[in-house]
Structures are given as C-alpha cells and as structure tokens.
C-alpha cells in the first residue's frame, strides 16, 4: 500500500513546472526508485510509533540514494540498501547523480542515521518504531547548481507542490498508525500541521534538524535531539541500544 502512495506522489508533482531561480528538478523516486521502493518494503510497515518527516531530498543524501536523509554509507552498511541508481532527466553538470558510488557525505543524513545506530543498534529495532519520509520527493536547483528548498518557491509553485505532497503523508499517517508525527526542522513542522487537520489521535512536534548549517546542530544534534524527544514524550534508547 505504501508503494501506491509514492507512485500516486509522483504521479502528482512530474507534470509541475517552475520559474526561475529554479532551473533543474531532480526527482529520486523516479530515477532512484530501485533503492526508495525497496526501502519502502522493509521499513515502510505499519503500525509505526513515530513518523519523522524532513523537508526535501539534499544533493548528497536522498538524491543520491533515494533514502530520506539518506548519506551513502549509512544507507548502504546499516539500512543495507544498496540498488541501482539511474541518471536523473535533464542533469546539472555540477550536481551529478552517481548513486551509491557517490563519494560525497551529506553530513544531516550521516548525523540522523548515526544516531539511530548508535540509540537502536539494528534497523529493524528502529523500523519497529520509527518510519522516516520526507514531504517533498523533489529536489530544485538552481542555475549555478546551488539547492533551493521548497520554501523559496514562488508562492503558486509552492502551493502546487505542497498540495500532493499534503495528501501523500496524510494518507501515509493514515496508513502507518502512528501516535506521533514529527517535523525535523520548522518547514515539516508546519506542512504537517497543515496536511493533517481534523486527524484525531496524532501528536504533532518538532525536532531540531541535523543540518551543518545550523550553529545549533553543530552543538551536539544527537544529544539536542534525545531531548526534545524526551519532552515530546517519546521514549530513546540508551546508546548501544540498551535501556
């Protein structure tokens, strides 16, 4: 069921268009399906304790590896997903997409999936509680190659694309069961606040996200983060996986 919803996501957002600054869109549930699906299978199970939901693919995690947050060596030694990676249509000679032979580290992800092995030990530990997914499969650049989030889209772009991506982790947390749903960083936060009105029984909070870019982050984000978990009334293992 899970594997409808992202087809029916994509689906959605390949017919939208966009103005510049925006001048590529790389869309990893297409050329990156083979590794996203089959994250899809082994961890995309319900019943779900927490949905942890990011903002956008980045250059070096999910484009790459059709993962959320998903930095090439956490996804491929301890999500041990390791399929292949198509070219993206239309490709930026400065952001190429070279999948698990990618020799770059997004830092966000290798914090986040660090931290869930050094708190849960085995994916499967983790997956019993926790599904990650990001609200918008998309990633944007612009002409230089920098990365643009979803927030920078002109408001009718934005709205075009927040509409499908609403309903897709509306219909995900309807699927999953979870008892809370949590944005990492503001952007999610907010989306999730939106796609969920009139949802019964779902928590909604916020976690601070990973980014090297945050001088927060960079302070410790997994000791930050074990704390605002704590307040969010979610329960974190000891490291090593021990209570």
């Known amino acids: 069921m899970i594997r409808e919803i992202a087809e029916q996501l994509v689906k959605e957002v390949e017919g939208l268009s966009f103005a510049p600054p925006v001048d590529r869109v790389y869309n990893p549930l297409v050329y990156a399906r083979a590794p996203h699906m089959r994250y899809l299978e082994r961890f995309g199970v319900a019943p779900k304790e927490v949905i942890l939901v990011g903002m956008n693919p980045g250059p070096w995690g999910m484009g790459q590896t059709g993962v959320p947050f998903g930095a090439v060596p956490n996804v491929a030694e301890w999500l041990g997903i390791n399929e292949p990676v198509e070219s993206p249509a239309n490709e930026h000679p400065k952001r190429p997409v070279s999948g698990f032979e990618c020799p770059r580290i997004e830092v966000s992800g290798q914090r986040f999936w660090q931290w869930a092995a050094d708190r849960f030990e085995t994916p499967e530990l983790f997956s019993?509680?926790?599904?990650?997914?990001?609200?918008?499969?998309?990633?944007?650049?612009?002409?230089?190659?920098?990365?643009?989030?979803?927030?920078k889209l002109k408001v009718e772009e934005r709205a075009a694309v927040e509409g499908p991506c609403g309903?897709?982790?509306?219909?995900?947390?309807?699927?999953?069961?979870?008892?809370?749903?949590?944005?990492?960083?503001?952007?999610?936060?907010?989306?999730?606040?939106?796609?969920?009105?009139?949802?019964?029984?779902?928590?909604?909070?916020?976690?601070?996200h990973p980014s090297p870019a945050s001088p927060i982050a960079n302070r410790g984000w997994a000791e930050q983060a074990n704390k605002q978990f704590e307040e969010l009334g979610i329960a974190i293992p000891d490291l090593l996986g021990k209570q």
């Open 128 to 151: 019993e509680r926790f599904f990650v997914w990001n609200f918008c499969p998309l990633m944007f650049l612009s002409k230089s190659g920098s990365n643009l989030t979803p927030d």
């Open 167 to 208: 309903r897709a982790l509306r219909a995900i947390v309807e699927l999953l069961g979870p008892r809370h749903v949590i944005g990492v960083g503001a952007y999610a936060e907010k989306q999730i606040r939106l796609a969920l009105q009139g949802l019964d029984g779902v928590e909604i909070g916020r976690i601070l």
